[in-house]
């Protein structure tokens, strides 16, 4: 394990987290958060939890319905436009995808995008196992740091995602962080995008609910912030390491 800061010159120019310089503003926390989720690449691919490899790095998952919008919006939060990839055929979601985050050979945080669920052409074997796989990895997953479940506030949270939200309260109690993001918000008026929010709000036992539009480019700034803050407690001089070859 290295401990030597960050030297990309977008991260060299804050030089340090917001505790450290209580005067940065918080456009150059976003630039700073944005900056880092573009270095994104990917790392590797299991079909079961045994094959994941263990990291000592926090590591935050995407999970949600398929076409919650989840490629989507790792896409767009790492402005990458095919990093996950969208429509994929649904023999091939049945992995747990990881992304590599900060300066190549400085990883210093993990995105894992797991597979979507409740899509009805998947055998029903096929399904059982993918929410065994699920439940597991969002149980014992050491370095698990934060969720970010998408949902399309038009269908709301639905029966497999309160299965989801049973399955990690225990470690949301435990202090994981967790967020929900109500996708397409470009898709609902006012009135009907507040109305999501409150329910949601009230289903999510009072965790976060933000809406998300890649469309219109809402929300964006604040999932970038939750997810540095979430991975680096303490500033930039968090420790990172050499993933790659
Ligand atoms: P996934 O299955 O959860 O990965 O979902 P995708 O990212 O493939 O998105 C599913 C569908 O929703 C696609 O047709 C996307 O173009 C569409 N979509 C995703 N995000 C947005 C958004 O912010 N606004 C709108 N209007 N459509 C979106």
Same mark, same amino acid.
């Given at each position: ?6 030297? $990309? ?93 900060? %300066? ?64 990690? %309260? ?18 609902? $008026? ?10 949601? %709000? ?44």
């Amino acid at each position: 394990m290295t401990q030597e800061p960050h030297k $990309n010159p977008d991260l060299e120019l804050q030089n340090g987290s917001k505790a450290e310089h209580p005067a940065l503003s918080k456009d150059d926390e976003v630039k700073l958060a944005m900056g880092w989720l573009h270095t994104a690449r990917f790392l590797t691919t299991a079909a079961q939890l045994h094959h994941l490899p263990a990291y000592d790095l926090p590591e935050v998952a995407f999970v949600g319905r398929s076409n919650a919008g989840k490629s989507t919006c790792i896409n767009t939060m790492t402005q990458q436009k095919r990093l996950a990839y969208a429509s994929k055929p649904p023999g091939r979601t049945q992995h747990i995808n990881l992304f590599a985050l900060g %300066r190549q050979a400085q990883t210093d945080a993990v995105l894992a995008d797991l597979p979507g669920y409740g899509y009805a052409a998947v055998p029903k074997q096929d399904k059982i196992r993918w929410q065994q796989v699920m439940a597991n990895y969002l149980m014992t997953r050491p370095n698990l740091k934060g969720i970010v479940l998408l949902c399309d506030p038009r269908l709301g949270l639905t029966e497999l995602d309160e299965i989801l939200l049973d399955i990690m %309260r225990p470690r949301v109690m435990d202090g994981l962080q967790f967020l929900v993001l109500l996708t397409k918000s470009d898709k609902l $008026n006012r009135t009907d995008a507040q109305k999501a929010l409150s329910i949601t %709000r009230l289903q999510a036992g009072g965790g976060e609910v933000q809406l998300f539009s890649a469309l219109k480019r809402q929300g964006l700034d604040e999932v970038a912030l939750k997810l540095w803050h979430w991975t680096h407690p303490k500033g930039l001089a968090t420790e990172s390491t050499t993933l790659e070859p």
